[in-house]
C-alpha cells in the first residue's frame, strides 16, 4: 500500500487531524502535509489556537522523517498558518491573521467569479445579481 494515513489522537483535546501521504503522488510529502494542514485550518476542522502534534510525533505517526515534517511546519509558519512557541508548540493562527484572512478572501473571489459565469450565462442584469446577493447574505 502506498498511502500512509495518520489519524493523531494526542492533537487537541476532542479532535483528530487527518492526514492521508501519497508516494503515488507528484506533489512531495512535506507539500502533502502541508496543503492538508492548511485546508483544515482553513476550513475550521483544526481551530485557532489549537496545539498541532509536536513535529516528532506527527513524522512517527506517519512513518516518515523528521526533515519532512519540519518543513511542512516551517512553511505553514513562513505563510502565517501556524507560530511556533518554544516549549508550547506549533499554534494555529486565528482568522484575523493577515495571511489566513488573504486566503479566505481568495475564496471568495473564487466563488464570485464562478457566480458571474451563471450569471451570464443565464444573462442576469446586475440589479438582479445584487438582490439575489444580498438575499442569500
Request: glycine letters at 6%; proline letters at 3%.
Amino acid at each position: 500500500n502506498n498511502e500512509s494515513c495518520a489519524y493523531l489522537k494526542a492533537y487537541g483535546k476532542k479532535k483528530n487531524m487527518n492526514i492521508i501521504l501519497s508516494n503515488e503522488s507528484e506533489l512531495p510529502i512535506y507539500r502533502q502535509i502541508f496543503d492538508q494542514i492548511q485546508e483544515q485550518i482553513l476550513s475550521g476542522a483544526i481551530p485557532e489556537g489549537e496545539v498541532l502534534p509536536s513535529i516528532r510525533k506527527l513524522a512517527k505517526e506517519l512513518g516518515i522523517s523528521v526533515i519532512t515534517t519540519t518543513r511542512a511546519y516551517n512553511e505553514l509558519e513562513s505563510e502565517g498558518y501556524i507560530v511556533s512557541r518554544q516549549g508550547k508548540g506549533s499554534i494555529v493562527l486565528g482568522k484575523n491573521n493577515s495571511v489566513v484572512r488573504e486566503q479566505y478572501q481568495k475564496r471568495m473571489e473564487e466563488a464570485f467569479e464562478v457566480m458571474k459565469v451563471n450569471a451570464k450565462y443565464l444573462e442576469m442584469p446586475d440589479e438582479e445579481i445584487i438582490r439575489y446577493v444580498e438575499e442569500h447574505l
